[in-house]
Nanobody
Framework: QVQLVESGGGLVEPGGSLRLSCTVS????????SAWFRQAPGKQRDGVSC????????YYADSVKGRFTISRDNAKNTVYLQMNSLDTEDTAVYYC?????????????????????WGQGTQVTVSS
């Protein structure tokens, strides 16, 4: 069974940085799209970034462009989200996810309904 395990969340002050990790077991990421979503209290689960492992296409939400970077280590079967210049509005539970039959596109927002495998979520709190 495919399992996604996240780590790296925590409390950070505005302007700080965190790196989230998502390690996948039970499957290789080849042929999948991996993504990061986030959900703040009372809000929808919104896509943050997406990476197509088949062709390397990447999507970033406008709100994180220039600040967040998605990357992967195929040998470790791990996807990362480097978050810099964090703002209080970045506070949310962050989820990693996998989808098959899906390809990320640069300017196309991603939907949670396209992703069938999810991590447990990791809390990111940006506060002074």
């Amino acid at each position: 069974q495919v399992q996604l395990v996240e780590s790296g969340g925590g409390l950070v002050e505005p302007g700080g940085s965190l790196r989230l990790s998502c390690t996948v077991s039970g499957s290789t990421m080849d042929g999948y799209a991996s993504a990061w979503f986030r959900q703040a209290p009372g809000k929808q689960r919104d896509g943050v970034s997406c990476f197509s492992h088949s062709d390397g296409s990447i999507y970033y939400a406008d709100s994180v462009k220039g600040r967040f970077t998605i990357s992967r280590d195929n040998a470790k079967n791990t996807v990362y989200l480097q978050m810099n210049s964090l703002d209080t509005e970045d506070t949310a539970v962050y989820y990693c996810a996998l989808a098959n039959m899906f390809w990320c596109e640069d300017n196309s927002p991603i939907s949670k309904y396209d992703f069938g495998y999810w991590g447990q979520g990791t809390q990111v709190t940006v506060s002074s």
